[in-house]
């Protein structure tokens, strides 16, 4: 069966230091997704990062980038430089590639307190 | 901004009614997908359609129905409304990189 689990219910990060987000998945699928949301007290989900498991380098989109070790299923977040705007859940989710998105399942979210 | 729209952003109803949530895709996408996130459920995959016809069922309950029109928009309907059914609902179109998330819609039921 497939499954994400993140670990860390909540995390401290002081301003401007950098964070890492652990996100760890079991899967039998040998192609797949995996991806990054973020939801602020707002409520929106507002995608990040994605990652694919055949993409020889790790995903980046600014201050985001993905640590993808896929022999160990770890797709953990690292957010750099953390800004207080980044005090949010954070969500990760996987897919298996080439299949409908309803496949996508989503981890129980870290959420993230940038302190000033 | 994603792209993918929904109307309205906040509803406050009482037990035993109906209501209708509205979702537009972004555009060019065909899919729309219906997620749940309640306080301890997390986030819950509903429905799926696909231009036009349903693809996907998760974990919606029969008091709850959807469609998808020709012009792409969906519709999610929920009767018979308990205080369980107050949640975030969110509606999402994909492309190949994965899901984008409308803002949601916040429904109260009292």
């Known amino acids: 069966a497939q499954k994400i689990t993140q670990t860390q219910p909540g995390m401290f990060v002081q301003e401007k230091e950098a964070v890492t987000l652990d996100c760890t998945y079991d899967?039998?699928?040998?192609?797949?997704?995996l991806f990054w949301y973020k939801q602020p007290s707002s409520g929106e989900m507002i995608f990040l990062i994605y990652q694919g498991s055949y993409d020889e380098q790790n995903a980046t989109e600014g201050r985001y980038s993905l640590n993808f070790q896929k022999a160990r299923k770890s797709a953990n977040l690292v957010i750099s430089a953390s800004q207080l705007g980044d005090s949010a859940m954070y969500f990760c989710?996987?897919?298996?590639?080439?299949?409908?998105?309803?496949?996508?399942?989503f981890g129980a979210g870290t959420r993230l307190f940038v302190k000033a | 901004d994603s792209g993918v729209t929904q109307t309205p952003k906040h509803l406050i109803t009482a037990t035993g009614q109906r209501v209708t949530l509205r979702c537009s895709p972004r555009?060019?996408?065909?899919?729309v997908y219906w997620y749940q996130q309640s306080l301890d459920q997390g986030l819950q995959f509903l429905i799926q359609y696909y231009n036009g016809e349903e693809r996907a069922k998760g974990n919606i309950l029969e008091r709850f129905s959807a469609q998808q029109f020709p012009d792409l928009h969906s519709e999610l309907n929920l009767s018979s409304l308990e205080l369980g059914d107050s949640a975030l609902y969110f509606c999402?179109?994909?492309?190949?990189?994965?899901?984008?998330f409308g803002p949601g819609t916040r429904l109260t039921v009292l």
């Open positions: 899967t039998s699928d040998q192609s797949y997704g």
């Open positions: 989710a996987m897919r298996p590639r080439d299949t409908g998105g309803f496949k996508t399942i």
């Open positions: 999402a179109s994909s492309d190949h990189r994965g899901q984008f």
């Open positions: 555009s060019g996408d065909l899919s």
